[in-house]
């Protein structure tokens, strides 16, 4: 994993994702480059955008495969809608508690969108991304399993003895001898494919050539 360099007038739930796709643009700059920017991700670059660096929300504009909404949920924008409106469209897709993929179309076709910027965080690169179609075409399974998560529990004194965590999906693939491959976990299916990555291979024994 590449080293993080730690930016302190940056919130710490975008430090990676600066460190890997660079400064965000402002609204205002966004507005005045969405065209360039759109087809940018069109062809698979990532930018992002912030209304101020400082502080949360962020999004970041990417190619429709980065999106896990089902797009026919997600709202669509034209790119004359959506340049007035850039703020509104950021802040939707990066509400912290319930971000909504915000669907960018030219000539009436989805070309690109705006998603939460923290969701790239512990999604391989697209060139280390693993394509699950192709693997179950070389013969590879893959197995989803969803825990439901905890609320969690108080006691009679108020204090917590069992701490809540949202639920998760999880997506495992083993190769055609059984063996784990890769994995990936999210908060919905599409996002543990989208996390898909090489599980490494375990260290042989100490009592096991090679020594």
Not at 28 to 57: C, F, H, N, Q, Y
Not at 164 to 169: D, K, N, R, S
Request: hydrophobic letters at 45%; zero cysteines; glycine letters at 8%.
């Amino acid at each position: 994993m590449a080293r993080v360099v730690y930016d302190p007038s940056v919130p710490p739930a975008y430090q990676r994702v600066l460190n890997r796709f660079g400064e965000p643009v402002g609204i205002k700059e966004g507005r005045k480059r969405m065209s360039s920017l759109v087809t940018a991700a069109e062809a698979g670059t990532i930018t992002l955008i912030a209304p101020d660096r400082r502080r949360g929300g962020w999004a970041a504009f990417v190619p429709l495969s980065e999106v896990a909404d089902p797009l026919g949920r997600a709202p669509v924008w034209s790119m004359a809608a959506a340049r007035p409106k850039l703020g509104d469209l950021v802040a939707a897709a990066s509400d912290w508690w319930a971000p909504v993929a915000q669907i960018l179309a030219r000539y009436n076709k989805p070309v690109a969108a705006l998603i939460s910027a923290v969701l790239l965080e512990d999604r391989p690169d697209v060139g280390e991304r693993l394509d699950a179609v192709e693997l179950l075409r070389n013969g590879a399974t893959i197995t989803l399993d969803f825990d439901p998560g905890e609320t969690g529990s108080i006691n009679e004194h108020g204090d917590v003895y069992v701490e809540p965590y949202p639920a998760t999906f999880s997506a495992v693939v083993r190769d055609h001898a059984g063996a784990e491959i890769a994995s990936g976990g999210g908060d919905s299916i599409t996002e543990a494919l989208l996390r898909l990555r090489r599980v490494s291979p375990s260290a042989p024994n100490a009592d096991e050539p090679p020594f």
